[in-house]
């Protein structure tokens, strides 16, 4: 089955092209998407049978100067499309910056700067002739935490990831780079990913693992890719309901499918199934091949309709048109120089996204003589911050994880580098031991007015194995004996900060037992600039203002899920990460959206307005879903005073409780955040825009999104656990 693409007003059609004769689409616009199709119509018309072929195949594996890349086609000036890596830069490039993993952009929970970040990679990706840039992530979307790719995404809450995709997408695409939207879908492990089934309940697909996707192409992303592993045992890039039904159908997908590479099973399953492109178009010896010469002959035997071609074609080119990259697009240059001012990005999300997560008071640091400064996670790779190859390696201090969604460094600013430079500045000294063994550190500590260890946990993709981690971790705990370094260094030292860099959650209760641990800095991923970022917040230059953007349990076991051996049956449901804490009455040592400043906030004046009527959607579909979804039919304010003497942010995080006439649903769920930036004494106010999405959940029976009717519980705070106002909204 293909689905036709659907009709558009001729109006928006024109106000859209108008715009594009003078360059780029604006992705987002609305008609935007008809212009685009209605160029690659006309471009199409123009294309043999082969043409069209080169455009939905690649040209295999390791033969292009990119990571994917398709045939030139000259009958209409179409290039080799550059398809690279990753969500968080330009992979292989040299001239290129390393922008902090999207899990650190998400713990910022500052729109501007996740749309920054977006706008800076897409800059940096067309610098290098990269016609397609591989990001961003919201699959895995992180219901395993010790899920191997967690970090290249934005978290388990659907809201804050859809929300980061659609500023990510934004951002990327307004830079005139096509983003790509991946792994579409249920890919949340690297265990068995080429093998095992992700089983997946319809509500829980459209109220968890869809919706980031549904944001993403609601910010017009030109591009998804379907993932390795099978969907309710069909594999994702063959999957008829994913690609046409969910995709294409359901969220008015109008852009193109491409596989992960070498995730393609067959080649009319395949097309007909709804996937557009393959990649990289050969298997990694480059011996099977399943389009190209196969899908013609299976063209010429009426195997697959012949307007699936043109319609595959169709949407590929338009992803092209959409981002006028038919003007004057740059020629491939992976090793170009493109980094302008990007690395203020960098530091700011570094900076931003740390999250204080104890402090007895010994931060920010005042006058201090002596700072020690522990553990080999202090120190940038003794063997160069890019010795191992795709990152992957834990040695050194720990900026991202490992695997295709890593950079090169062009730098990297270690802790201790930043730590020396601030110290001596302030006429402090510092001691160093930069290793992560026991038996030394008491000389190093004791003494010092304070001392700071360093410890991480690391993860990447499967490809790599890492200490024995192929890639999903096997359990929560720092890495290089971390526990006992900080046991170590506390024992010695009663002014003992830790600061930890870690893919995901770490469980920390051995540490927080520990009278010497004073202060625990959650410092993330922050990638090149780690060093500057940590010591803004260490001085307190800058009050922290990150949030966690996932829980930190108690015990591995309190998240209620973990890596499969086999199929994965999501018998969890709806319930991951705080939603699971919440159901199920569980204690996390720190929850979803939590996170320490130096100042204090106070919260008031809740105020809720709303439109929104009871029952299903029906809006016609636009990109993203049904029209009405995207509606603004409720509105919650309240003002936030900054009480303390310094200036801060404060994260305000809006949940919504569904009434009783809903189905069972989580306690609380994210539906707004909003990041105010406030002087001592200053009020700002938190406006939380609810979309008619927000209030609804998926009707199974229905296949659609209703409100229900009732009483919504309405709560605003800190965290997911720090409410501090609650109100209702009824909706009738
Ligand atoms: C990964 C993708 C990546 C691709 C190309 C695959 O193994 O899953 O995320 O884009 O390789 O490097």
Known sequence: MHLPLSPFTALAAAAALAHHARGAIDPSAAGAWAAAHSSASAALAKMSQSDKIAVVTGIGWNKGLCVG???????????????????????????????????????????????????????????????????PVAGPLGKNAAGGRNWEGFGPDPYLTGTAMAETIQGMQAAGVQANAKHFIGNEQELNRETMSSNIDDRTMHELYLWPFADAVHAGVASVMCSYNKLNGTWACENDKAMNGLLKKELGFQGYVMSDWNAQHTTNGAANSGMDMTMPGSDYNGKTILWGPQLASAVSSNQVAKSRLDDMAQRILAGWFLLGQNNGYPGVNIKASVQANHKENVHAVGRDGIVLLKNSGVLPLGRVGKIAVVGSAAVVNPAGANACVDRGCNTGALGMGWGSGSVNYPYFVAPYDAIKTRAQSEGASVTLSSSDSTSNVAGTVSGADVAVVFITSDSGEGYITTEKVAGDRNDLDPWHGGNQLVQAVAAANKNTIVVVHSVGPVVLETILALPGVQAVVWAGLPSQESGNALVDVLWGDVAPSGKLPYTIAKSAGDYGTKVQTGTDSYTEGLFIDYRHFDKAGITPRFEFGFGLSYTNFTFADLKVTTTATSGPATGAVISGGRADLFDTVATVTATVTNTGAVEGAEVAQLYITLPASAPSAPPKQLRGFAKLKLAPGAVGTATFNLRRKDLSYWDVGRQNWVVPSGSFGVSVGASSRDIRLTGTLSVS
């Open 69 to 135: 890349n398709t045939a030139a086609v000259g009958s209409i000036n179409y290039p080799s499309m550059c398809i690279q890596d990753g969500p968080l830069g330009v992979r292989f490039g040299t001239g290129t910056t390393a922008f902090a993993p999207g899990i650190q952009a998400a713990s910022t929970w500052d729109v501007e700067l996740m749309r920054q970040r977006g706008s800076y990679m897409g800059a940096e990706a067309k610098g290098c002739g990269v016609h397609v840039l591989l990001g």
